[in-house]
């Protein structure tokens, strides 16, 4: 996964069971607000991409979002590592 800035948090976007039709659109409305799409899921209802931290606020209040969550990474020791 490629670092970002310090500037922008990598989030998931879940998009409301009845935006799931309309999610390209959606995703359209979260790249105006301020939002850089990098996968649209309509599958599973998800959005994934960067934002900065003070737009998330308003990327939750856009209509037929059901929630913003800061994507969380972990990273694994390198497989010579004493610790596994």
């Known amino acids: ?5 310090k500037k922008l948090q ?3 976007v879940t998009v ?3 935006a799931l039709k309309d999610i390209n ?3 359209d409305k979260l790249a105006a607000k301020g939002m850089k799409v990098d996968r649209v899921l309509p599958i599973t209802g998800v959005i994934s991409g960067s934002a900065p931290s ?3 606020s308003s990327l939750k ?3 037929g979002v059901s929630s913003v969550e800061k994507e969380l ?3 694994l020791p ?3 590592s004493p610790v596994q």
């Open 1 to 5: 996964m490629k670092a970002l800035p």
């Open 16 to 18: 409301a069971d009845e």
């Open 10 to 12: 990598s989030i998931i």
């Open 54 to 56: 003070q737009k998330l």
């Open 25 to 27: 659109e959606l995703a």
């Open 73 to 75: 990474s972990a990273e």
């Open 61 to 63: 209040k856009v209509a």
């Open 78 to 80: 390198p497989s010579d």
